[in-house]
């Protein structure tokens, strides 16, 4: 709690009165969403006391204060993963500090591997439950009661409202047949997984798959946000679809779908209630 509350007032000192009712997560590929933030502030992670440092390409590594859609939030440009060597500590530590700055609802975003066969590039899942195949999670230890129970409850780890709201807008904006719910797997990585660990992935219920997400989740609940989790499926893994796989593949299909998600995130923002 000391580092949160150091790391808590050094981004206070910065951005005065700016008071965020929202924070967001971008994913690999994904950082285009800032081009419709209006910014008021760029804090680099490596100037924010305990803060991790982004170490994957695309991931540019910044903390944004701004508006979007006529509403504050805090966007995080880029993300921390557990095989970049971080605990899971270190992985969700800027989600419990956005809680400490005021947010009052998480919204995350990643690319992730397709496991439903009808699932096609660029498509947007939206995640309405997960199977956490992590090694371990952010709860472990000694628990911060300062920011919530011992054992909370999972039941609804992705918020309802936000998931019809988010049905709603891709309906309104014209892209529902790119937009399916799914159960999104997480998986350390960083390798991508075998033919044999997509079909026990399939077989087991998953969707989709991916590397991140799930802690930053678990921490979020833990704290009390509402969640509005988007997977772009950058990369086809049911049988008869799947193929090898480079970055830059990921990257290319990310962008094809980003347009989407910021129209999508913006959506669903502005219909949230004030305060």
Same mark, same amino acid.
């Not at 803060?51 to 994957?56: D, H, K, L, R």
């Not at 992590?134 to 230890?141: A, E, F, I, S």
């Not at 011992?150 to 409850?153: A, L, M």
């Not at 959506?267 to 305060?275: P, S």
């Given at each position: 709690m000391q580092q949160l509350r150091e790391a808590t007032t050094y981004i206070r000192q910065q951005i005065g009165d700016f008071q965020p009712e929202f924070g967001i997560i971008l994913g690999t590929g994904l950082g285009a969403l800032v081009k419709d933030v209006t910014i008021e502030h760029t804090l680099p992670y490596a100037d924010i006391?305990? $803060? #991790? /440092? *982004?170490?994957?390409?695309?991931?540019?590594?910044n903390l944004l204060a701004g508006t979007l859609a006529g509403r504050r /939030?805090?966007?995080?440009?880029?993300?921390?993963? +557990? +095989?970049? =060597? +971080?605990?899971?500590?270190? /992985? %969700? $530590? #800027? !989600?419990?500090? &956005?809680?400490?700055?005021?947010?009052?609802?998480?919204? %995350?975003?990643?690319?992730?591997? =397709?496991?439903?066969?009808?699932?096609? +590039?660029? @498509?947007? &899942?939206l995640i309405e439950d997960h199977i956490?195949?992590?090694?371990?999670?952010?709860? !472990?230890?000694?628990?911060?009661?300062?920011?919530g129970p011992? $054992?909370?409850?999972m039941y609804e780890p992705y918020d309802l409202g936000l998931l019809l709201q988010a049905e709603a807008a891709a309906r309104e904006l014209g892209f529902a047949d790119k937009v399916r719910r799914g159960v999104y797997a997480s998986l350390p990585g960083p390798m991508l997984e075998t033919p044999a660990e997509y079909r026990y992935l399939r077989t087991i219920g998953a @969707?989709? !798959?991916? &590397? *991140?997400? %799930? #802690?930053?989740?678990?921490?979020?609940?833990?704290?009390?946000? #509402?969640?509005?989790? /988007?997977?772009?499926?950058? @990369?086809l893994c049911a049988p008869g679809k799947l193929k090898p796989v480079a970055l830059a593949d990921i990257l290319r299909a990310a962008a094809d779908a980003e347009p989407r998600l910021t129209a999508l995130f913006k959506? %669903?923002?502005?219909?949230?209630?004030?305060?």
């Open positions: 006391p305990h $803060f #991790p /440092v *982004s170490t994957v390409e695309s991931h540019s590594g /939030v805090l966007v995080m440009q880029g993300r921390f993963h +557990y +095989y970049e =060597g +971080y605990s899971m500590e270190q /992985v %969700v $530590f #800027p !989600v419990r500090v &956005m809680k400490l700055l005021g947010i009052k609802k998480l919204f %995350v975003s990643n690319a992730g591997g =397709g496991l439903d066969p009808e699932m096609n +590039y660029s @498509d947007l &899942m956490n195949l992590q090694p371990t999670n952010p709860l !472990v230890g000694k628990n911060l009661d300062e920011l011992r $054992f909370p409850d @969707d989709g !798959v991916g &590397m *991140s997400t %799930v #802690p930053e989740v678990i921490a979020a609940r833990h704290a009390g946000l #509402p969640v509005l989790a /988007v997977s772009v499926i950058t @990369d959506a %669903v923002i502005a219909r949230q209630a004030a305060g």
